[in-house]
């Protein structure tokens, strides 16, 4: 690996260095939110010391210089994924807002009753309702990709589900609680065999590999600034220019619109037809330093360094016989879930805290997982690039103690 040196990376969060319950920090649960590098943090003071104004409306120097660092900052993403245009970048509040944009506009507009919708039994629950919704309200059926017992999608099963009445395929990239890489260009392929759009939930995967929108040819793709190691409240939709030019606005108000008059508005183009209201200037802003951050350590060196700590992880914590993996397929990124018989996950997630070792526990919003599972919950750590394996020694040892306090 290039250049790639943790210990300096360390240096640039501030909360890696912080003592919690009298130990430092260690920090595992990067797949429910990152930490933010000062770049990050210094962007947020400075527009609200420097630049604060509202964008694309005023003539004044602050307005142009924001409005431009925000334009900038779509271009950046724009070529971030390979996309084709700045205009197929929409900025929403994250990956949750980008999915209900899509349900609710094309998806009103493009789905029928008797029609079908294809999820996978490994979605977040923010690629389920939302399309459940959908087909409540247009007598439309959604149809579910099954899952091995390792946690891969079957997709002879998907080769069965999908047919002429499928209307949308909307994936996972990487699951948030079994850490599966799911093969999507293939799906893409194989849905656009039948002309059907595919909407790719990329907030796994953004932060952990190379997206190329252009290669994949997916259709819409969802990720969220927080994830990857950005501001909350941001995040971005990508979709093909001629789907979105197509699709009704999804709300209405100030900077989407052309011209109002209490008979008729007409919509501004893409991509502010999408963009209602005041953004999260904040947020844009803060993001465009997250993805200079990245680009500059490289994503490539990124995924590299998180497989060794995610390998090195699997097999310290496979040696303890009272763990079980939940999650095993042959391609995973940053994530390790696991249960123990006869300790509740919350009470391994409290007493490791105690040790300053931050995992989450629960259902990660994937209760149709824990249900395949049979489990009421996992214990989840989850990996960035700037984890060291020293702290997945302290994880293990803390995890040994309650087993051992427990047994
Ligand atoms: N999809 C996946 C796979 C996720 O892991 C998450 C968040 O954990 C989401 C969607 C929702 O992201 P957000 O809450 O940032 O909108």
């Known amino acids: ?15 890696l260095s912080k003592m919690v319950n009298g130990k430092t920090l260690v920090y595992f649960d990067n797949a429910a939110t990152t930490q933010k590098p000062l770049p990050v943090i210094e962007k947020l003071i400075h527009y609200y010391t420097n630049l604060n104004s509202n ?15 925000y334009e900038d900052t779509r271009k950046l993403i724009q070529n971030f994924i390979y996309a084709r245009s700045p205009n197929e970048i929409i900025f929403t ?4 807002e980008s999915i209900n944009l899509v349900a609710s506009s094309y998806g009103r507009t493009n789905i029928k009753e008797g029609d079908e919708v294809l999820i996978t039994h490994m979605e977040h629950h923010s690629n389920i309702v939302p399309w459940q919704l959908l087909c409540e309200e247009k007598g439309a059926k959604l149809k579910v990709v099954p899952i091995t017992d390792d946690g891969e999608l079957m997709l002879s099963e998907y080769d069965k589900l999908i047919n002429e009445k499928t209307k949308f395929v909307s994936v996972v990239h990487i699951s948030n609680s079994l850490g599966t890489v799911n093969p999507i260009k293939k799906i893409i392929e194989k849905a656009h065999r039948y002309n059907i759009p595919v909407l790719v939930d990329a907030a796994q995967s953004i932060q952990h590999s190379n997206i190329n929108v252009q290669e994949l040819d997916c259709d819409f793709l969802a990720f969220s600034g927080h994830k990857i190691y950005g501001p909350t409240g941001i995040g971005i939709l990508y979709g093909k220019k001629e789907l979105l030019e197509k699709m009704p606005p999804y709300q209405g108000g100030g900077d989407m619109i052309l011209s109002v008059t209490f008979e008729k508005t007409l919509f501004n183009t893409i991509p502010y037809k999408f963009e209602a209201g005041t953004p999260h200037i904040a947020g844009v802003l803060g993001l465009s330093e997250a993805i200079k951050y990245i680009q500059e350590i490289g994503i490539e060196n990124i995924a590299s360094y998180e497989s060794e700590v995610l390998k090195y992880a699997t097999e310290a914590i496979s040696e303890i016989k009272e763990v079980k993996i939940i999650g095993t397929a042959k391609e995973k990124s940053s994530i390790l879930s696991f249960v123990i018989d006869g300790i509740h996950p919350h009470d391994i997630g409290t007493f490791l805290d105690r040790d300053g070792v931050a995992i989450r526990t629960g259902h990660h919003c994937t209760e149709p997982i824990m249900r395949r599972f049979n489990v009421p919950a996992t214990s989840r750590a989850s990996f960035a690039f700037y984890n060291l394996k020293e702290e997945v020694d302290v994880f293990v040892k803390s995890l040994r103690n309650v087993i051992k306090l427990f047994s």
């Open 1 to 15: 690996m290039q250049n790639f040196d943790v210990n300096k990376i360390r240096q640039d969060f501030p909360i």
């Open 55 to 69: 964008v694309h409306r005023g003539v004044h120097y602050l307005s142009e210089a924001v409005s431009k660092e």
């Open 93 to 96: 509040r994250g990956t949750t």
